[in-house]
């Protein structure tokens, strides 16, 4: 069955440091991969895409996440964490099974970044 | 440039009623979803659309019925209100032709159901 995991439901992290939010999926084929935020009150924000090319992808706000195939993860990563960060965070990948565009989503991860 | 948007954003309703929740895009997108999203179970996919006409049932579709006879609509109707579908419902799409793949979504629609 095609699924993602987000194995924690918090992180926590001291502004400044380096952040790093785990994903983990099981699809077959070659994985369509997404991270998302959602702010408080508001809808999901795309923040960038794997599909394919290099391992490791830049997106928005300073944000990057590096495709690894052996581990089937796909790790949401920042170097110096910021307040404003502070979100629910998700993973989400493509139902490749489906032979459509629809996506199966993580259930979330809460960043929470500590000044 | 309006995006996607959902009407209403708020909505109170009582069990057995019908209601339906409205989700308008400006971009022409082929694809759009409907996903509830509950605490503990993140975003599930209720029903999406691939074109005009062309519906399809997510995981847990049970309850809803959609329509989507323009591309830029996608009206979600819960026929018989119950308690259960209490919950904040996210409407998206998405365009494949170009590569895009990614998902915008609409702000929300809180629904209560007493």
């Known amino acids: 069955a095609q699924s993602v995991a987000q194995p924690e439901d918090q992180v926590n992290v001291a502004e400044g440091n380096p952040l790093t939010v785990k994903c983990t999926y099981s699809v077959s084929g070659n994985p369509y991969l997404f991270w998302y935020v959602q702010y408080p009150n508001r809808g999901l924000q795309f923040l960038l895409k794997?599909?394919?090319?290099?391992?490791l992808v830049k997106g928005s706000y300073g944000f990057e996440a590096e495709f690894n195939k052996s581990q089937t993860s796909f790790h949401l990563k920042k170097p110096s964490a910021l307040v404003s960060d502070s979100a629910l965070y998700f993973c989400a990948v493509r139902d490749q099974a489906s032979g459509t565009y629809k996506y199966i989503f993580g259930t979330g991860t809460r960043l929470k970044v500590l000044a | 440039d309006a995006g996607i948007t959902q009407s209403p954003r708020y909505k109170i309703t009582e069990t057995g009623r019908q209601v339906t929740l409205m989700c308008h895009q400006t971009?022409?997108?082929?694809?759009m979803f409907w996903y509830r999203q509950d605490l503990g179970h993140g975003l599930r996919l209720i029903y999406y659309?691939?074109?005009?006409?062309?519906?399809d049932k997510g995981e847990v579709p049970d309850g809803y019925v959609v329509s989507r006879s323009k591309t830029e609509n996608f009206p979600l109707t819960l026929e018989s209100a119950t308690r259960s579908q209490t919950s904040v419902y996210f409407c998206a799409s998405s365009e494949v032709r170009t590569g895009g793949y990614e998902q915008y979504f609409g702000p929300g629609t809180r629904l209560t159901v007493t």
């Open positions: 659309s691939a074109a005009a006409d062309i519906t």
């Open positions: 794997y599909i394919t090319g290099d391992n």
């Open positions: 971009w022409s997108h082929s694809y």
